[in-house]
C-alpha cells in the first residue's frame, strides 16, 4: 500500500484564506461488524498511526474510538527552544473547518454524532511542558528526549461509535489536495474491509497479582522512595503544601512489537482513555482512565482521580475481599479529603476560562471500577469564554493537579527535587483537539513509552499528612502490575515471585 509524505509545517502549496487553509467535512456512515484489535493491527502498519481507545470501556467513557494514520503535517516542540504555545497556536490556527455541509449524496444524510473527532491534531503534551508555564527548577535528567509536545494533523479518521455500533468515515477536503474526498474515504473503507479478513488472537495471559519486581528496573529503589515520602510529609507540616503526586519509574526490556502490547492491555486491561501513539523513534501504549479536558459545545469538563484500591480476581475469596476495598475506599477520610483538595484545585483552574458563575461540581465523589483497581473520581465543569484559545485552556489547566499536587506550583517544585528524571509523557496528555474546536485529552497516567528496546512505566500517588510510605509504596505497584504484567507477557516471561 503506498504511503504519503507528511508535509512540514510549512507547505506553500495549499490555498489559503486570511492566513488559514479551508477544510470542507465529508463522511459516511457505515453499520459494521468489526473487530476493534483487528482494525487497530491495521492501522499499526500505517505510518505515523494515532488510534485512541479501541477497546470496550469507551462505551462508558466517551463513547467513541478512532483510528488514523499517514498525518499531513507533524508539530514538534522540544526542551531548550522557545515560546511554546506562540508556536503551537499557530499551528492550530492554521486549518479552519468550513460551515459547510459536507458531501451531498442522493439519500438523505446522517448527521454526525455529537462530540465526534472529526478530524484534526493528535498526539500529546509532556509533563515538563508546565515549566513554560510557570518558573520550575529544572534538576531532574532528560534521559528518554522526546519532545514536549508532539502532535499529528490527519484529514482521514476512521470513529466507531461503540453506543449506535456504527462506523464513521471522515475525511476533510483541503484546498489543491492531491487526494480527492472520495477517494479518501475509499481508503478509509478498504482499511476497513481489511480488518475484516483477519483475526487478532487472544493476548497472552498473565497473572497481575504476583509481578517479580527484581526482573525490573527502576528509577529508584524503596529505601529512596520512604525517606522521599518522609521528606514530603515534612514540607505538609510546615505549610508547604497540603498534597504532592509523587512517583517512581519502571524500566523493563522490550522486542515485542508495541501494538501486540496494545492489544494487551485492551483486551486484560481496557480502559476509557486509552491510547496508541507511533512516535517514529518511540510508542506510547497508555491505559489511561482518567480524562483531563473534555471540550464540546462551550462546555469544559475535568474529571479527576484520587484514591485507588486492588480490585482483583472474584474466584475464591476474591469477591469478599473486593467488596472490603470498595467499602474502605468508599469511607477512607485520607482519600476523601485528597479528592477534595483536587477538586478545589480544578474548580480554581476552570475559573479562570470560563464564564463568570458557570463553573461548578457536577459530579461529586464517586468510586468507579475497572479491571485491577477502584478509582475515586468526581467531574468539574464550566462554560468557556468566548475569547479564549486552546493555548489559554492549556496554561491554565495544564498539568492535571490530580497528579501534581496542591498548591500546584510549590507541589511541582518539589517533584523535581524528589523525582530523579524527567516523566516526559507520564502525567502529561495525550488525545486530540479536533478542527471544529472540540478536545479530549487524557492524563498520561497508565502508560508506557516503548524506546529502543526498552519499556518505560511510571506510578505514583498522593502524599498527604497522615500518608504510610510502605502503603504508599505498596499502591505504586498495584497500579503497575496491569501495566507491567503485559510487558512481561509480551517478552513470554511470566513469573510468580514478588518481592
Request: charge should be negative.
Amino acid at each position: 500500500m503506498t504511503q504519503r509524505k507528511t508535509a512540514t509545517m510549512t507547505t506553500d502549496t495549499l490555498v489559503k484564506t486570511d492566513g488559514h487553509v479551508n477544510c470542507k467535512l465529508h463522511y459516511k456512515r457505515i453499520r459494521a461488524s468489526i473487530e476493534l484489535a483487528a482494525l487497530s493491527e491495521v492501522f499499526a502498519g500505517l505510518k505515523g498511526a494515532s488510534i485512541i481507545g479501541g477497546n470496550i470501556a469507551k462505551a462508558d467513557a466517551d463513547r467513541f474510538s478512532y483510528w488514523a494514520s499517514e498525518p499531513k503535517e507533524v508539530f514538534e516542540f522540544r526542551a531548550g527552544q522557545n515560546e511554546p504555545f506562540a508556536k503551537l497556536q499557530k499551528a492550530l490556527d492554521k486549518y479552519k473547518l468550513q460551515q459547510d455541509p459536507g458531501l451531498k449524496t442522493q439519500d438523505s444524510r446522517p448527521e454526525l454524532a455529537k462530540g465526534i473527532f472529526c478530524g484534526g491534531w493528535v498526539g500529546y503534551f509532556g509533563y515538563e511542558l508546565g515549566r513554560y508555564i510557570e518558573r520550575l527548577a529544572e534538576t531532574t535528567i532528560d534521559d528518554l528526549q522526546m519532545p514536549l509536545i508532539r502532535l499529528c494533523f490527519y484529514d482521514r479518521v476512521i470513529c466507531y461509535d461503540h453506543i449506535e455500533g456504527a462506523c464513521w468515515l471522515i475525511a476533510l477536503e483541503l484546498p489543491d489536495d492531491a487526494e480527492k474526498p472520495h477517494e479518501k474515504l475509499a481508503f478509509l473503507e478498504k482499511l476497513l474491509a481489511q480488518s475484516q479478513t483477519i483475526h487478532i488472537p487472544l493476548p497472552a495471559p498473565a497473572d497481575l497479582e504476583n509481578i517479580d519486581f527484581s526482573q525490573i528496573r527502576c528509577n529508584i529503589d524503596k529505601d529512596y522512595y520512604l525517606r522521599m515520602v518522609e521528606k514530603i510529609k515534612r514540607y505538609i507540616f510546615d505549610g508547604d503544601v497540603y498534597q504532592i503526586n509523587f512517583s517512581q519509574r519502571f524500566e523493563c526490556d522490550f522486542r515485542a512489537r508495541p501494538i501486540e502490547l496494545y492489544h494487551w492491555q485492551n483486551h486484560y486491561n481496557p480502559s476509557g482513555y486509552a491510547a496508541y501513539i507511533d512516535g517514529g523513534s518511540f510508542y506510547i501504549v497508555s491505559a489511561s482512565p482518567e480524562m483531563f479536558i473534555t471540550i464540546a459545545d462551550g462546555v469544559i469538563s475535568t474529571k479527576p482521580i484520587k484514591g485507588t484500591r486492588p480490585r482483583i480476581s472474584e474466584a475464591g475469596q476474591g469477591k469478599q475481599i473486593n467488596a472490603q476495598n470498595f467499602d474502605e475506599l468508599v469511607n477512607s477520610e485520607k482519600e476523601q479529603a485528597e479528592l477534595n483538595m483536587i477538586i478545589d484545585l480544578e474548580r480554581n483552574d476552570v475559573a479562570r476560562i470560563c464564564k463568570h458563575g458557570t463553573r461548578k461540581v457536577v459530579q461529586p465523589r464517586i468510586i468507579e471500577s475497572y479491571p485491577t483497581v477502584f478509582h475515586a473520581v468526581a467531574t468539574v465543569a464550566g462554560e468557556l469564554r468566548k475569547d479564549v484559545t486552546f493555548c489559554d485552556i492549556l496554561k491554565a489547566m495544564f498539568p492535571g493537579g490530580s497528579i501534581t499536587g496542591a498548591p500546584k506550583i510549590r507541589s511541582m517544585e518539589i517533584i523535581d527535587e524528589t523525582e530523579p528524571t524527567a516523566r516526559g509523557v507520564y502525567t502529561g496528555s495525550i488525545g486530540f483537539i479536533g478542527i471544529d474546536g472540540s478536545v479530549c485529552l487524557n492524563i498520561a497516567i497508565r502508560t508506557i513509552i516503548i524506546t529502543g528496546e526498552k519499556a518505560f512505566a511510571q506510578t505514583g500517588g498522593g502524599i498527604v499528612a497522615d500518608s504510610d510510605p510502605e502503603a504508599e509504596w505498596n499502591e505504586t505497584l498495584t497500579k503497575a502490575r496491569a501495566l507491567l504484567a503485559g510487558i512481561r507477557a509480551m517478552q513470554g516471561i511470566n513469573k510468580t515471585e514478588i518481592q
